[in-house]
């Protein structure tokens, strides 16, 4: 039973440091976002989840989210996986978006959580912009999901990768 203890503790303080360090990163290099209050809920080697809740700093005069605000958390959950599968892989990499399509289907209020789960599409393009030093595009979804399980927007991004 102790070390069922011990991996649970770990598990938790290993989610609060990244829960944290996504909160310092966003202060410093994206202050908008913490302003906004984005908030990663989970990220593993095939997914990234951010979320965004409804509130006065991302509420627009119909009462729901800003688009803006929306695309952003769609954003942070596709560069969030694309960031960290550049450091599993030990990859010096640039990263950057050429392109961004957006379909809204229900208005956005509430909780939305943005999950991007191309996990494994990326690794396999970021190992040939490595291998062929070449700029790969690919695309990259996130898709928004309200808390009663509608999806509110799905996202895709357009990310170019190229070897530094």
Known sequence: MPSLLN???????FMFKKRLKFKLFLLSSLPVAFLVGLKLIESSNTNAVVGIKYGYITKNPFKSIYFACLSMAAEASTGILSFYTIQRENLNMSMLIVDMKAEFTKKAVGKIKFTCDSGEELTTALKKADETKEA??????????????????????NWSFKAR
């Open 7 to 13: 991996e649970i503790n770990s598990t938790l303080v």
């Open 136 to 157: 790969v595009l690919i695309p990259v979804i996130s898709t928004g999901v309200d808390e009663k399980g509608d999806v509110v927007a799905v996202f895709t991004f």
